[in-house]
Every structure is written in structure tokens, then in C-alpha cells.
């Protein structure tokens, strides 16, 4: 089974409410500062929002932040926020408001080399004993333990 | 069979749907073949079924291929329970 560990950096915990164009830049913070993206990714994950919907939203309460390669991805990486506070999204289609807490921001080089990543990712989001864990979790260690120890 | 798994890129989430219908079609022993595009690509693309979240799904009715959104696309067991939908009615 194949395994991606989150660099301790690419972790965090945020207590602030904040609005979801700030929760977007801040998940993809780590990221940026780690050289894996541009800032110009995170104004395209906003703008394809604004376009698409909210479809990052792919778990309750779990948002996977994303744009394309070409969008400023300089090396694949991948970084989770937690917010305690909900961050509310605009409604689809069918009127109805979504938020989500935690936030796993991905940059992908192409569409097949970050498989592993989005298979531990996958794990994660299957596992609503993780999932629940990390809602409830306190802060930015404490998520820390709670990734590091949880088996795919 | 042919699956379509579809989100705005094609790469995140859908990639995401794919490996998990993957897993649970080798597993019910159901040959298929998924692919996962992005929204503007599944428009164009022939499929018997087509998974995919609510805001798309609601998009996406009304073709030939049987449309189902999909809450948690990690969850094995939603997957399942879409794909059972499908094979009971063809």
C-alpha cells in the first residue's frame, strides 16, 4: 500500500472563522511557501469556484482544495488544514450550503503521478473514525498524531 | 460497462471516484471500464453510467447514461450502493 506522509509543515490547525477564499489561501499557504506552487494557484482554485461550483467538496465537511497543473504547480505536494469553525460555501445549483472543516489542498504535476497521494488522501476520507478525530482535534499537533498514527 | 467519473478538473476528485469504483467493481467482480474527465469532457463521452457530485449530476441528467451524485466519493459502500442501483435496473 503505498503511502504519502505529510511534512509536519504541510499541517495545520486554525481557530479564526474566515470566509472559504481565505480558508482556500490559507490551506494552500504551506504549499506556496514550500515552493510546490505559485500564488497564482491559489487565485485559480478561487476563480474555478467561482466557475464550477463548489466542487472541491468531496466528503462531508471535507474540501479538497485543487486546480489544474498548469496553474502554477511547480512539484507535486499535498497539505491539510483543519478549521474549527465552519467555512460556508456559496450554494449550488440546488440551493443548498455546503461548508466544510477540513481542507486538503492538492497540487499535482500531471494526472498520473500523484496517485499515491490522492490513495492515502482516499484513506483518510474512508476512515470517519480519522475524519471525526480530526473535527474534533484541537490543535496543530494533536493532528499531527492523529495522521501519523492512522493506518491506510 | 463504461463509468464516468467526472469533477471540474478531472484530475482531483474524480480521480479520487474512480479508484474507489475500481475497488469496489473488482471486488463485486464486475468488469468496467472507469474513466475519470472533467465536466466539459463528459459531455462528449458515451457512458453507461456516470458518477459524479450533486451540482454536476443535476447537469448531467437526462442523457443516455445513468447519472448518480455521490456524497462521500471515498466511500466504498455509497459507490457500491450506486452501482447496485445501476445493475438492478439493467
Same mark, same amino acid.
Given at each position: 500500500?503505498?503511502?504519502?506522509?505529510?511534512? #509536519? *509543515?504541510?499541517? @495545520?490547525?486554525?481557530?479564526?472563522?474566515?470566509?472559504?477564499?481565505?480558508?482556500?489561501?490559507?490551506? +494552500?499557504? &504551506?504549499?506556496?511557501k514550500?515552493?510546490?506552487?505559485?500564488?497564482?494557484?491559489?487565485?485559480?482554485?478561487? #476563480? *474555478?469556484?467561482? @466557475?464550477?461550483?463548489?466542487?472541491?467538496?468531496?466528503?462531508?465537511?471535507?474540501?479538497?482544495?485543487? +486546480?489544474? &497543473?498548469?496553474?502554477?504547480?511547480?512539484?507535486?505536494?499535498?497539505?491539510?488544514?483543519?478549521?474549527?469553525?465552519d467555512?460556508?460555501?456559496?450554494?449550488?445549483?440546488?440551493?443548498?450550503?455546503?461548508?466544510?472543516?477540513?481542507?486538503?489542498?492538492?497540487?499535482a504535476?500531471?494526472?498520473?503521478s500523484?496517485?499515491?497521494m490522492?490513495?492515502?488522501?482516499?484513506?483518510?476520507?474512508?476512515?470517519?473514525?480519522?475524519?471525526?478525530?480530526?473535527?474534533?482535534?484541537?490543535?496543530?499537533?494533536?493532528?499531527?498524531q492523529?495522521?501519523?498514527?492512522?493506518?491506510? | 460497462?463504461k463509468?464516468?467519473?467526472?469533477?471540474?478538473m478531472?484530475?482531483?476528485?474524480?480521480?479520487?471516484?474512480?479508484?474507489?469504483?475500481?475497488?469496489?467493481?473488482?471486488?463485486?467482480?464486475?468488469?468496467?471500464?472507469?474513466?475519470?474527465?472533467?465536466?466539459?469532457?463528459?459531455?462528449?463521452?458515451?457512458?453507461?453510467?456516470?458518477?459524479?457530485?450533486?451540482?454536476?449530476?443535476?447537469?448531467?441528467?437526462?442523457?443516455?447514461?445513468?447519472?448518480?451524485?455521490?456524497?462521500?466519493?471515498?466511500?466504498?459502500?455509497?459507490?457500491?450502493?450506486?452501482?447496485?442501483?445501476?445493475?438492478?435496473?439493467?
Amino acid at each position: 500500500m503505498s503511502d504519502y506522509q505529510l511534512d #509536519e *509543515n504541510c499541517i @495545520q490547525w486554525f481557530n479564526e472563522k474566515v470566509n472559504w477564499q481565505e480558508a482556500i489561501a490559507l490551506s +494552500a499557504a &504551506p504549499l506556496i511557501k514550500k515552493g510546490a506552487v505559485t500564488k497564482k494557484y491559489t487565485e485559480a482554485m478561487v #476563480e *474555478n469556484i467561482n @466557475q464550477l461550483g463548489p466542487y472541491i467538496l468531496i466528503a462531508p465537511n471535507v474540501a479538497l482544495p485543487h +486546480a489544474r &497543473p498548469e496553474n502554477g504547480v511547480k512539484e507535486a505536494g499535498v497539505a491539510l488544514t483543519v478549521f474549527q469553525q465552519d467555512v460556508e460555501f456559496p450554494a449550488d445549483s440546488s440551493g443548498e450550503e455546503k461548508q466544510a472543516r477540513v481542507f486538503i489542498c492538492l497540487a499535482a504535476v500531471d494526472s498520473e503521478s500523484h496517485l499515491n497521494m490522492l490513495q492515502t488522501i482516499s484513506g483518510w476520507i474512508d476512515n470517519e473514525e480519522l475524519i471525526n478525530s480530526l473535527l474534533n482535534s484541537e490543535s496543530q499537533k494533536e493532528i499531527q498524531q492523529l495522521l501519523y498514527s492512522s493506518k491506510n | 460497462m463504461k463509468v464516468l467519473c467526472v469533477c471540474g478538473m478531472g484530475f482531483g476528485s474524480s480521480l479520487l471516484l474512480k479508484m474507489t469504483a475500481d475497488k469496489v467493481l473488482k471486488n463485486k467482480g464486475v468488469k468496467a471500464d472507469v474513466e475519470a474527465v472533467d465536466f466539459s469532457t463528459a459531455q462528449s463521452v458515451q457512458a453507461d453510467m456516470i458518477l459524479t457530485n450533486n451540482e454536476f449530476a443535476s447537469q448531467l441528467q437526462g442523457g443516455r447514461a445513468f447519472v448518480k451524485a455521490i456524497v462521500n466519493m471515498a466511500s466504498e459502500q455509497e459507490v457500491e450502493n450506486a452501482i447496485d442501483e445501476f445493475l438492478s435496473q439493467n
